[in-house]
DNA sequence: GATGACTGCCC
DNA sequence: ATTCTGC
DNA sequence: GCAGAATGGGCAGTCATC
């Protein structure tokens, strides 16, 4: 074993969803097919509405159904789930036009469709149907829908929570179906999915009255109505939300309302593979209006993706590039929507603008000062600046003054840090501006020293005031993406890094220490002195060509991040004995994980920490297996010391002794 | 008012 | 944050 | 290599409950 994360003790009071249902998993899918709950002869839409009064329907036959790619499955029922994609894909464009709004039901069938589909490009394909079908009749809908499939109730900066977790969602199941606790345990146990054991529940519902069906719409509006709602009582008021929908659900409706709201919708969809969706479906739109035809079949679409397919790149290079730099659905829909046909002013429109957040850079994983300099190559200088151990900031300075600040998920976060706010108002020469930085902890008697982002992490996050600041903090800029009014994101690094060090060089920021060089030994020099003053490790950066642009949202080739616990040698270890374990959840369901860890000191076992990563998955097999068979104790033994909180499913025996390296940021307190 | 459960968001 | 997987 | 989904610790904020 070579390294392995350390942790503390949990607190015990914090459960997760597992921890929840008591759930030890042993057989939880976690592969993409799990079941269908439509058959192929359910989606016989009717004359009045899309939504076909299903009968009851059972688990199993739809289990067989989605089993395609699974070994033991015939022929006969591949063909028959091709066929109900191609007949579900052909009815979504045969939509009898309704005043209520594109159905939710379409949605979410269209989704069921997509967590069975493995290949990328049929998940688009699959996915702009569903767009081109909204579009062409329902284009009001569009944005909802595009919220609903990416499982985002805003833009990310726009402070709007859902506030529902596993336990809200299970309790508003558990009152709306009837079905025990006992009962919602043992199906989660053996579905691994919340939103498919609502769809099992909800399927069994017996109604007196249908009520009128779901609309995209109408599910998008209650979600929001759902993050609105706080203060006293706001969690019934959330839960009754909950119930109406599910009430009102239809099948497979029930399984995506409830994964939308637990933000786990996964279909292996978010966010590329809706902007590559969109694209196309605008583009077939555009071919299809010219051509005044009338669509009432997939194949129809087919034939226009196939001429277009050009044209279809080029909208999604300018979607991304579009959405990389304003991660606004509802401008770029908005925009895509009502100027169908000047798609080439998109990048005007949504640009790189003090105000919205881009999505930040972000480094490559490297293990060696040696492989660093050999993935940024050596035409170029490199800047190796310190990795502060702190908290991701994007800083936005407005033409009016105005400061705000964003996180690395592009939240807002403007209300955490007056003090920084305060630190870039009124410089000189600058009148707009949008810099990447990070935050970092220092010690309030020595401003020079730089504390754990472990201890950043205590300050309050919303509405601090300047006078009643606990944690104090420094604002260590590194780039700089805009400057009065010129983006500077395809300049090269160099020239940032001169306008950076021109207008930034002022009493209340600081750049961060930096060292250009490409010689091992005084990289690895730096390394060091970087970790012993309480950094990370190093960001490499290349000054100049093609590598050295700012790549919004890229992990790119360009930035490279050695951490010290990357590096061999570097880290600090103790020898630890696992005394306890517990069962793994998902992939590692059915083998232990995490293990606890003891020290041994003065004929007694102290708990140190917690452990799960560092294993390969054959050493997690060796390892359960090794101690099931002979090395389990029916109960802690006295000289097991550990933390009344702690519940470990097994005991074991003290036998193996490890080698762990842990990081000092942790602030191990070891008795 | 104190406590604990729950959630979201940092890493 | 890290890690794994299918394409 | 990418995109997506799985996993982790640990903190503050919010609300229900006693």
């Keep these: 074993m070579r390294r392995k994360n350390m942790c503390h003790h949990q607190q015990g009071t914090q459960l997760t969803l597992q921890q929840w249902l008591f759930v030890t998993t042993k057989d939880r899918r976690t592969d993409k097919q799990t079941p269908f709950s439509l058959q192929p002869n359910q989606t016989n839409f009717t004359e009045t509405s899309y939504v076909s009064e299903t009968t009851e329907q059972t688990l199993t036959t739809s289990d067989e159904l989605l089993s395609q790619s699974s070994t033991n499955v015939t022929e006969q029922q591949a063909t028959k789930t091709q066929v109900f994609v191609g007949n579900h894909m052909d009815n979504i464009f045969q939509l009898q036009l309704q005043s209520q709004g594109f159905p939710f039901q379409a949605v979410a069938i269209t989704l069921d469709i997509l967590q069975a589909t493995s290949s990328r490009l049929s998940s688009i394909e699959i996915l702009s149907d569903l767009f081109l079908a909204i579009l062409l009749k329902y284009p009001q809908d569009l944005l909802p829908a595009v919220y609903l499939c990416t499982n985002r109730v805003a833009a990310?900066?726009?402070?709007?929570?859902?506030?529902?977790?596993?336990?809200?969602?299970?309790?508003?199941?558990?009152?709306?179906?009837?079905?025990?606790?006992?009962t919602?345990?043992?199906?989660?146990?053996?579905?691994?999915?919340?939103g498919d054991v609502a769809q099992i529940c909800c399927s069994r519902l017996q109604r007196l009255f249908k009520p009128n069906y779901l609309t995209a719409q109408h599910v998008y509006q209650s979600l929001r109505k759902i993050a609105q709602t706080n203060g006293v009582k706001s969690v019934s008021r959330k839960k009754n939300l909950i119930q109406?929908?599910?009430?009102?659900?239809?099948?497979?409706?029930?399984?995506?309302?409830?994964?939308?709201?637990?933000?786990?919708?996964?279909?292996?969809?978010?966010?590329?593979?809706?902007?590559?969706?969109?694209?196309?479906?605008?583009?077939?739109?555009?071919?299809?209006?010219?051509?005044?035809?009338?669509?009432?079949?997939?194949?129809?679409?087919?034939?226009?993706?196939?001429?277009?397919?050009?044209?279809?790149?080029?909208?999604?290079?300018?979607?991304?590039?579009?959405f990389s730099e304003c991660s606004d659905w509802e401008r770029i829909i908005t925009f895509l929507v009502n100027d169908t046909h000047s798609w080439n002013q998109l990048n005007e429109f949504c640009k790189l603008q003090p105000g919205t957040p881009l999505k930040p850079q972000l480094g490559k994983i490297t293990k060696s000062v040696d492989e660093m300099i050999k993935d940024l190559g050596t035409d170029s200088d490199i800047s190796c600046e310190w990795k502060y151990d702190g908290q991701r900031c994007q800083v936005h300075i407005i033409e009016n003054g105005v400061v705000q600040l964003f996180s690395r998920h592009l939240e807002d976060m403007t209300s955490k840090?007056?003090?920084?706010?305060?630190?870039?108002?009124?410089?000189s020469g600058v009148t707009s501006a949008i810099l990447d930085?990070?935050?970092?902890?220092?010690?309030?008697?020595?401003?020079?020293?730089?504390?754990?982002?472990?201890?950043?992490?205590?300050?309050?996050?919303?509405?601090?005031?300047?006078n009643q600041i606990t944690v104090q903090v420094r604002v260590i800029v590194f780039d700089l993406m805009f400057l009065n009014g010129v983006c500077l994101i395809e300049q090269s690094f160099r020239q940032r890094r001169q306008l950076l060090e021109r207008h930034f060089r002022v009493r209340s920021v600081t750049l961060p220490e930096t060292l250009i060089s490409s010689q091992v030994n005084e990289?690895?020099?730096?390394?060091?002195?970087?970790?012993?003053?309480?950094?990370?490790?190093?960001?490499?950066?290349?000054?100049?060509?093609?590598?050295?642009?700012?790549?919004?949202?890229?992990?790119?080739?360009?930035?490279?991040?050695?951490?010290?616990?990357?590096?061999?040698?570097?880290?600090?270890?103790?020898?630890?004995?696992?005394?306890a374990a517990w069962w793994g959840n998902g992939r590692k369901a059915g083998w232990l994980s995490p293990f606890l860890l003891a020290c041994y000191y003065d004929g007694e076992f102290q708990s140190v920490c917690k452990v799960m990563s560092g294993f390969s998955d054959e050493e997690y097999k060796s390892l359960t297996e090794f101690y099931l068979?002979?090395?389990?104790?029916?109960?802690?033994?006295?000289?097991?010391?550990?933390?009344?909180?702690?519940?470990?499913?097994?005991?074991?025996?003290?036998?193996?002794?490890?080698?762990?390296?842990?990081?000092?940021?942790?602030?191990?307190?070891?008795?």
């Design 629 to 671: 068979r002979d090395k389990t104790l029916p109960i802690k033994p006295p000289y097991y010391q550990v933390d009344e909180s702690l519940r470990p499913a097994i005991w074991l025996q003290a036998c193996q002794v490890y080698v762990l390296s842990y990081e000092k940021k942790l602030n191990l307190t070891i008795p």
């Design 437 to 466: 930085a990070e935050i970092v902890a220092v010690n309030p008697s020595h401003s020079q020293m730089y504390l754990p982002f472990q201890y950043l992490s205590t300050r309050a996050r919303k509405d601090v005031q300047l």
């Design 156 to 182: 990310p900066w726009e402070a709007v929570e859902l506030g529902v977790g596993g336990s809200l969602i299970s309790k508003a199941i558990m009152e709306v179906t009837s079905v025990s606790k006992e």
């Design 184 to 194: 919602l345990r043992s199906l989660y146990k053996q579905y691994g999915d919340l």
């Design 244 to 322: 109406s929908l599910l009430v009102a659900s239809r099948s497979p409706e029930a399984r995506y309302i409830v994964r939308i709201l637990s933000q786990h919708i996964r279909v292996g969809a978010v966010e590329k593979t809706v902007i590559a969706a969109l694209g196309r479906a605008f583009i077939i739109l555009d071919a299809i209006r010219s051509n005044g035809e009338e669509i009432t079949s997939r194949a129809q679409v087919q034939k226009y993706s196939i001429e277009r397919k050009t044209e279809t790149k080029l909208l999604v290079e300018r979607m991304n590039r579009a």
């Design 417 to 427: 840090y007056p003090d920084v706010v305060s630190s870039f108002a009124d410089i």
């Design 523 to 579: 990289v690895e020099a730096w390394l060091n002195r970087a970790i012993s003053n309480g950094c990370e490790g190093l960001m490499c950066k290349a000054l100049d060509g093609p590598n050295s642009v700012y790549y919004p949202s890229k992990r790119s080739e360009g930035w490279s991040k050695i951490k010290k616990d990357y590096v061999e040698g570097i880290s600090d270890t103790m020898d630890l004995v696992p005394i």
